[in-house]
């Protein structure tokens, strides 16, 4: 291929001039694109929150088809399928702006654009994509994708649902159920995996088709404004054309499909996020107790800075991560997509852990600032956090998320990289140093058996959790470098996120080796401990109540 995939953090020189995208960069249309999509949200969906809570699907295909016309539902699609093909941070861009505001709308719009549309685009035929790209992408048409099923949740591919050919009928005959399926009751169209004598076979199945049915609604903790029902096949008669992709490789289809939409959800979740810190400061600024008014109590501010903090780092990680298949996508234009995209995992699957951990922790606090309010139901806060908690559970629970990060990780690895100099800023000496000690850890897994360490599912945690902080301190670093002179706050930020990231990712290498290697470990938490070349640690305390300072006068967030 003719880029640079993927790979361990330290594969890309840090001291090199930063080629990277921030939200900085964002073109004057692609703006235009994102202020479509805050009206969008002003006007169809938040005037409409309580009907689309109560399961109205009128109102929500009326959604959908608003969305549809302002070409929302058409980013990805080709151009030659009526499509915008602008490409996934444009997608990204669409998918923060609905989540900011969207509510549980954020879900149902995810799906249907996300696993509910790019199977056609990356797998389709051509009369494949004529016939369901263009009704997708209009809204006339809402699309849903159904692989979960009663006895197969993380084990997805271990489901029961069959598919047999019969020559009589000219059709494959699909028998099972699929659960939680999002837009169900909505959905004019399933992309549905069943297993065949030839493997898992991804199949498009039509809601009009005989034999099709779909349960009652769930009763569920959070988003309730997204229709999640059981999908009832019941011998449904499904024709050769409607195979999708090669029989017998739906399981390629289910994983790649499944990849770029974490990093969609993470997108969805920073809007949320954003949104959130909004509502907080703003409530802030109005609640008094003591007199005081609750932005001028220290630990409020902190609250507010660490949730400040946390969307930047998300912010920079996700546009960086979602720039990066773009490019690779452009300069590998003759490849299979699908492939291309694939080697992306460790990328979307740390992106959607962090997105759905950091809105888990900014809803918690937005909860908190609120006090006894927060949990009230009339305050959007309370509809937030209860919405939040799905986030860390589909698209891949949080738990596999990690280990498939720490697969692909292990599986690329080969020897710790070679010393070189350190640049003289602080935040890329932190880096640098967390960069040196995660490859001497991976050189040390890199030596026991592969299979023994990817079942010691401990390890694989911590792996992942430090390529994810040191993903993150990369990210800032390289924006703020990006930004230049002037960019105070920026900077602040990224002093603390790479001091305190690198804290994080030291105290994991101390945990692994410790595990790993009791001899050497003891030495090399000995050495860890000593800090011969991490810079000195700064006054945090102070650098926050100055971050605090930049949100508290915006009244949201800021960089």
């Not at 263009?134 to 197969?152: C, F, H, K, Q």
């Amino acid at each position: 291929m003719g880029t640079r995939l993927t790979g361990v953090p330290w594969r890309e020189d840090l001291l090199a001039e930063p080629d990277i995208f921030t939200p900085e960069d964002l073109t004057e249309d692609e703006v235009m694109v994102a202020k479509t999509t805050e009206k969008f949200v002003d006007q169809q969906i938040l005037p409409n929150a309580e009907s689309l809570e109560q399961h109205d699907y009128q109102v929500e295909r009326e959604t959908f088809a608003a969305a549809g016309e302002l070409g929302l539902l058409a980013i990805e699609i080709p151009e030659a399928y009526g499509g915008l093909e602008l490409g996934k941070h444009v997608a990204g861009l669409v998918a923060e702006n609905i989540g900011n505001g969207g509510g549980s709308f954020s879900v149902a719009y995810n799906i249907h654009s996300g696993v509910g549309t790019s199977p056609y685009i990356n797998y389709g035929n051509d009369e494949q994509k004529q016939k369901y790209l263009s009704r997708l992408g209009s809204g006339a048409w809402v699309g849903a994708y159904a692989l979960t099923e009663p006895s197969a949740g993380s084990d997805a591919l271990k489901g029961k649902a069959k598919a047999v050919w019969n020559e009589d009928k000219d059709a494959w005959i699909l028998t099972g159920e699929k659960q939680w399926i999002t837009n169900a009751h909505l959905a004019n169209v399933y992309v549905v995996f069943a297993n065949t004598d030839s493997g898992m076979t991804t199949f498009i199945v039509e809601r009009e088709m005989k034999g099709v049915s779909v349960g009652p609604e769930e009763k569920k903790m959070g988003i309730n404004g997204t229709s999640t029902a059981t999908l009832i096949l019941d011998e449904v008669a499904v024709p050769r054309e409607n195979v999708l992709g090669d029989i017998g490789k739906g399981h390629k289809i289910a994983m790649n499909t499944l990849n770029v939409a974490r990093l969609k959800l993470a997108f969805a979740n920073l809007g949320t996020s954003k949104r959130a810190l909004e509502l907080s400061v703003n409530y802030g600024k109005e609640r008094k107790q003591f007199q005081r008014l609750l932005v001028d109590f220290p630990m409020i501010r902190e609250k507010i800075t660490n949730m400040n903090l946390a969307i930047f780092g998300l912010e920079s990680l996700v546009y960086q991560s979602a720039a990066r298949i773009d490019d690779a996508l452009e300069k590998n234009s003759n490849e299979d997509a699908s492939k291309v995209v694939g080697q992306f995992i460790a990328e979307c699957a740390s992106a959607k852990i962090q997105g759905s951990e950091v809105l888990a922790a900014v809803a918690d606090e937005a909860v908190q600032i609120h006090g006894g309010y927060g949990f009230m139901q009339e305050y959007e806060v309370e509809r937030i956090y209860r919405d939040a908690r799905i986030s860390r559970i589909f698209e891949g629970t949080n738990e596999i998320n990690r280990l498939a990060v720490a697969k692909s990780l292990f599986s690329q690895f080969h020897d710790r990289p070679a010393e070189k100099r350190r640049a003289g800023n602080r935040n890329a000496r932190f880096i640098d140093e967390a960069e040196r000690r995660f490859g001497e850890i991976m050189q040390a897994l890199a030596d026991i058996v592969r299979e023994d360490v990817l079942e010691t599912q401990e390890f694989s945690r911590l792996v992942a959790d430090m390529y994810k902080e040191i993903s993150i301190m990369r990210a800032a670093y390289l924006r703020t470098e990006k930004a230049g002179d002037g960019a105070m706050l920026k900077q602040l930020m990224t002093d603390v996120i790479c001091e305190e990231g690198y804290e994080r990712v030291e105290a994991a290498v101390i945990r692994l080796w410790s595990a790993v290697a009791e001899d050497e470990g003891k030495a090399m938490s000995v050495k860890l401990r000593a800090r011969e070349h991490v810079p000195e640690g700064q006054n945090i305390i102070k650098k926050k109540r100055n971050i605090s300072e930049y949100v508290i006068n915006a009244e949201k967030y800021c960089t």
